[in-house]
């Protein structure tokens, strides 16, 4: 059996850039694609579809996005349909964050729609270039050492802001279910980032890796 493995961090930052949380985790899987159902157009789709920025992003990039927002849009009906069916699927994922990640969306209610920013686009695809091309850990910091508030600070994002990184396969619907269930990550930080409501924008860049296999995730949020 292959294995694959997949690393996940997460920045957090309160106003102003005072509070800082590092997260990360790794661990191996099955090696092989998660079966679900395609997505169907609907509200969410409605209102991605219609926006210019949405249309450009590639159809991985699409795809994170618009089942992000399915999560977002009914929570408790995405743990019965999306997370469960995983677990199904990909037993040794099973553990204490699975159940609670079962437990939050059960009680999450709906969130506004994240939509896509042109500053945070840029961002992010500018981060996951930079990943991408430079061999190595993931982190949150460039590679000429601009760490993550820098970054965003000469984006012109001053205050609310946060980080989702993801490298493994491109199959963006597993790497949205692996963020959440964040095996191995003290204190959630990617579920929580994913499922605040304060969030309002987001931008997202998938690069692949010079072997041509890996990808590279890059997600970044603004309340802005």
Not at 85 to 106: C, H, M, N
Not at 108 to 134: G, N, Q, W, Y
Not at 152 to 169: F, H, P, T, W
Request: glycine share 6%; hydrophobic share 40%.
């Amino acid at each position: 059996m292959f294995h694959v493995k997949h690393a996940l961090f997460c920045t957090w930052f309160c106003v102003l850039f005072s509070c800082l949380i590092h997260a990360q985790g790794n661990y191996s899987m099955t090696d092989k694609p998660f079966q679900h159902a395609n997505p169907q157009r609907d509200s969410v789709w409605n209102v991605l579809a219609s926006n210019k920025l949405y249309r450009q992003f590639s159809s991985e990039e699409q795809d994170f996005l618009y089942w992000l927002n399915i999560l977002r849009k009914d929570p408790p009906l995405f743990a019965m349909n999306q997370v469960q069916s995983f677990l199904r699927q990909f037993p040794e994922l099973a553990g204490p964050e699975s159940r609670s990640l079962l437990q939050d969306l059960s009680s999450k209610e709906s969130m506004d729609i994240l939509i896509p920013d042109e500053v945070l686009i840029r961002t992010a695809s500018e981060h996951a270039k930079d990943l991408a091309s430079h061999a190595g850990t993931l982190t949150h910091y460039s590679s000429k050492g601009a760490s993550f508030a820098l970054r965003m600070n000469n984006a012109g994002i001053m205050n609310c802001a946060g980080e989702n990184l993801y490298e493994g396969k491109n199959e963006p619907l597993t790497a949205l279910l692996l963020l959440l269930i964040d095996k191995g990550v003290p204190g959630s930080g990617h579920r929580k980032s994913l499922l605040d409501p304060k969030y309002k924008k987001t931008g997202i860049s998938i690069k692949y890796k010079s072997d041509g296999l890996m990808v590279i995730l890059v997600q970044d949020l603004s309340c802005q």
